[in-house]
């Protein structure tokens, strides 16, 4: 049977001192009061699948961008990239995605290239899903450059519940579509900046899949897409 197949995950290392946390204090409840010890035992389950990292299968035809987080598209919108980055002043289409505390938090390379910029930026802690989060909370942004030169901006926005942004790549590192680079803890959320004149193949609502779902297609030349709920 295939990993994604199977009930249990495999957890990013990260997430083990949170899991033996929650179990110490899981152990405390139960001296406490038994009710409390089963809460805190569901507590712990959660903690582990929040710091899951399953495998995906990543579309490997070239041009595509595939989706950095798990989660649901919450914005689609012109704007301008964080100005640390040294991107022209000028409005991208930016794509975001909110991830809840139930989703997968590991975070994928929307497109293939050379990390040619890396910048963080310290802030607040808004809800992710609101539109100013982009520009006022604690963030990490990363400037991509494709192998024709275009550039693509991936950003790590910290939300209410989240204290703590992991980045795992560097400046000038070469990473594939799909490839993990970094992991938020508890809530928040992901824009993405396409490339001028790329159009997104998403919709507001959306359900995203981190380095499998894609976002938009830099061969192609159709318009932006609708969709509707049924």
Same mark, same amino acid.
């Given at each position: 049977?295939?990993?994604?197949?199977?009930?249990?995950?495999?957890?990013?290392?990260? @997430?083990?001192?949170?899991?033996?946390?929650?179990?110490?204090?899981?152990?405390?409840?139960?001296?406490?009061?038994?009710?409390?010890?089963?809460?805190?035992?569901?507590?712990?389950?959660?903690? *582990? *699948?929040?710091?899951?990292?399953?495998?995906?299968?990543?579309?490997?035809?070239?041009?595509?961008?595939?989706?950095?987080? =798990?989660?649901?598209?919450?914005?689609?919108?012109? #704007?301008?990239?964080?100005?640390?980055?040294?991107?022209?002043?000028?409005?991208?289409?930016?794509?975001?995605?909110?991830?809840?505390?139930?989703?997968?938090?590991?975070?994928?390379?929307?497109? @293939?290239?050379?990390?040619?910029?890396?910048? *963080?930026?310290?802030?607040?802690?808004?809800?992710?899903?609101?539109?100013?989060?982009?520009?006022?909370?604690?963030?990490?942004?990363?400037?991509?450059?494709?192998? =024709?030169?275009?550039?693509?901006?991936?950003?790590?926005?910290?939300?209410?519940?989240?204290?703590?942004?992991?980045?795992?790549?560097?400046?000038?590192?070469?990473?594939?579509?799909?490839?993990?680079? @970094?992991?938020?803890?508890?809530?928040?959320?992901?824009?993405?900046?396409?490339?001028?004149?790329?159009?997104?193949?998403? #919709?507001?609502?959306?359900?995203?899949?981190?380095?499998?779902?894609?976002?938009?297609?830099?061969?192609?030349?159709?318009?932006?897409?609708? #969709?509707?709920?049924?």
């Amino acid at each position: 049977m295939r990993m994604r197949d199977t009930f249990i995950k495999p957890m990013h290392p990260e @997430g083990r001192r949170f899991v033996a946390i929650f179990a110490v204090a899981t152990l405390v409840l139960f001296l406490i009061w038994e009710v409390l010890g089963w809460i805190g035992v569901g507590l712990t389950i959660w903690c *582990y *699948y929040f710091f899951r990292d399953p495998v995906r299968h990543v579309p490997e035809r070239e041009g595509l961008v595939v989706s950095p987080a =798990d989660g649901i598209v919450s914005l689609i919108e012109p #704007a301008i990239p964080p100005v640390e980055l040294g991107m022209p002043d000028v409005p991208l289409t930016r794509v975001s995605v909110f991830m809840s505390v139930f989703n997968c938090h590991m975070n994928r390379a929307p497109i @293939g290239g050379r990390v040619e910029a890396i910048a *963080y930026r310290p802030g607040k802690f808004f809800n992710a899903s609101l539109d100013k989060a982009s520009d006022d909370n604690e963030r990490n942004s990363l400037l991509i450059e494709m192998e =024709d030169g275009r550039q693509l901006a991936v950003v790590q926005i910290a939300g209410l519940v989240a204290r703590r942004i992991l980045c795992f790549t560097q400046k000038d590192r070469i990473l594939a579509t799909g490839q993990r680079f @970094g992991l938020i803890r508890f809530g928040s959320r992901l824009d993405v900046y396409l490339p001028d004149g790329v159009e997104p193949l998403v #919709a507001i609502g959306q359900t995203m899949v981190a380095g499998e779902s894609i976002i938009a297609d830099l061969a192609a030349s159709e318009p932006r897409r609708g #969709a509707r709920a049924e």
